[in-house]
């Protein structure tokens, strides 16, 4: 780790509060950050150090992983806090941060790195960018970086013109773009794990595995951010990052120890092996959902188009599901099945990898629908389960389940955030997505946005708290598979009022 100046836009907001600090906070307290590093908040509002530091101390017990127990360390953290006032759009505002950042370099008598973490909205990136170039900031002696949150873009061409601004004033290497799936102790497992297990680094390819299925769905709704969901979707929310990340993550072969440029271009190669689906086709693959009134545990909860702030006539996909295929030689012909909604049955993030049943066929002994299944549990709960089918000693003739699983959940992990600020500290890129790897998942994306734009394929309804639209269902049962461990969907004479007494 080097000396650091980390200049973070967006100090006074939610992403700020809830995870930027607290992984700083973490890492401070594992020794990991270098002793001389010091944090200027920056945002349109006055406030003293003194009353940022004091905000910065209740985010890191209101939302730190670890308990603030010891105040002798929270101070010492907070010594390295400072704020500036700054208003995007004004000029002026960046030579006096130049000064500030100049001033601070000078007392920690080090070479001036400096990291530029943007945790404000998507339309501040490229005056940020620019104002960083034209300011002098970015012309320090050490290295720069510069840190952006998703949404790159809006679709193939913003996203195309937002990486044409963002390269006036940073190279590729210098830009870090999270994508904080990437950052999750199991994602970052994905490949390891089939790397340095022969077993299955054997089994990963199209001889062995049927299909692969990956979920990540939310209990929740639009919740307060209804305007900017509805003109998103989860195409867009979810769909063409993190779900593709995660395809990506999991379909890479790598070799063991492949530095971050390997894992790059093996992610790149991936899209680029990604069977492009056109207008034609769309209808057949892709499965567009949006929820409408049902109960989440029990719980009434009212339909997307009456949710407060969207309004009555939307065509907002509020789920999607949708068959890809990679034409390489390692997964030609196996469905990678992806899905993921809103107000679905439970909050999970998984990856099923269902393996082939050979010998089934010719089998005389009655088997029960058990096959080997390898789980990837990515949040809320983490760990790695391997189902193998095991002779019932107690049921003659008859089959069982047997579980061999690894779970995270008495181990302390890193958060995600964590993960990636240790490692954009640290110049190591590779788990932040790379620019050919966003515009490639635009690119893929694209033609269903289009046909999502023209109404040319079905919006499909699905009751909240289910596991999405019928036909996500069918998607599968075409090919002859179906979605594992979904749980079993409630009755609706299970649906309970909420009590009275809290309203
Ligand atoms: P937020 O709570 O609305 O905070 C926005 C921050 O930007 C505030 O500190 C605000 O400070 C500052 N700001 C707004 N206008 C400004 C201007 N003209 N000049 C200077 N500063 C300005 O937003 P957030 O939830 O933290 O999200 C930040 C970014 O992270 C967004 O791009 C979001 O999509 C992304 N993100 C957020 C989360 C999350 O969990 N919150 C997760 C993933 C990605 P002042 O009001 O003091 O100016």
């Not at 497992?189 to 077993?199: I, K, Y």
């Amino acid at each position: 780790m080097e000396a650091t100046t980390f200049v973070l836009f967006g100090a006074t907001g939610d992403l700020a509060r809830r995870k930027i600090y607290p992984a700083l906070y973490n890492l401070f307290l594992d020794h990991k950050l270098h002793n001389s590093f010091a944090v200027i908040g920056l945002g349109r509002r006055e406030v003293t150090d003194e009353a940022y530091q004091a905000m910065v101390e209740r985010s890191l017990r209101d939302f730190s992983r670890r308990e603030v127990k010891d105040t002798a360390s929270v101070r010492s953290f907070l010594k390295a806090f400072r704020y500036n006032v700054l208003d995007v759009g004004h000029t002026e505002d960046y030579v006096k941060l130049l000064e500030r950042v100049e001033q601070v370099e000078t007392g920690m008598g080090s070479t001036p790195n400096r990291m530029f973490y943007l945790s404000v909205g998507p339309e501040f990136f490229e005056p940020i960018a620019l104002n960083i170039e034209a300011s002098g900031l970015g012309a320090a002696k050490g290295w720069k970086r510069l840190v952006i949150e998703k949404p790159f873009g809006h679709d193939l061409q913003s996203a195309q013109e937002l990486n044409l601004t963002l390269s006036k004033a940073f190279t590729e290497e210098e830009i870090y773009r999270i994508d904080h799936y990437l950052g999750k102790p199991m994602v970052q497992e994905l490949d390891v794990f089939q790397q340095t297990n022969p077993v299955l680094h054997a089994l990963w390819n199209n001889r062995y595995i049927a299909n692969v299925q990956i979920t990540a769905a939310e209990t929740v709704g639009v919740e307060e951010r209804a305007g900017y969901y509805d003109h998103v979707g989860a195409l867009r929310d979810m769909f063409q990052n993190h779900m593709l990340q995660l395809l990506m993550m999991l379909a890479i072969r790598l070799p063991k120890d492949s530095s971050a440029d390997e894992v790059r271009f093996k992610k790149r190669e991936v899209m680029e092996a990604l069977e492009p689906l056109d207008e034609a086709n769309i209808e057949a693959s892709v499965i567009r959902g949006q929820y409408t009134a049902g109960a989440i545990k029990g719980i009434p909860v009212p339909g997307y188009r009456s949710e407060a702030g969207i309004s009555a006539g939307s065509m907002n996909d509020t789920f999607i599901a949708a068959r890809l295929q990679i034409d390489d030689p390692f997964w030609k012909g196996v469905p990678f099945y992806i899905r993921t909604g809103k107000r679905m049955k439970e909050k999970s993030t998984r990856i099923v990898i269902e393996f082939k049943e050979p010998l089934k066929q010719s089998s005389t002994v009655e088997e029960d629908d058990i096959p080997n299944l390898l789980v990837f549990e990515i949040s809320p709960n983490e760990g790695i389960t391997l189902q193998l089918k095991a002779r019932d000693p107690r049921n003659k003739g008859k089959f069982k389940a047997v579980h061999i699983d690894f779970h995270t959940s008495s181990i302390e992990v890193p958060e995600a955030y964590e993960n990636l600020i240790h490692d954009a500290l640290n110049g190591d890129p590779s788990f932040f997505a790379h620019w050919n790897e966003v515009e490639l998942s635009w690119k893929w994306v694209q033609p269903i946005l289009n046909a999502f734009a023209g109404n040319s394929v079905p919006l499909y309804s699905y009751a909240a708290g289910s596991h999405g639209p019928a036909e996500s269902d069918q998607l599968l049962a075409q090919d002859g598979h179906h979605w594992w461990l979904d749980a079993p969907v409630d009755e609706a004479s299970e649906i309970t009022l909420p009590d009275a007494s809290n309203f």
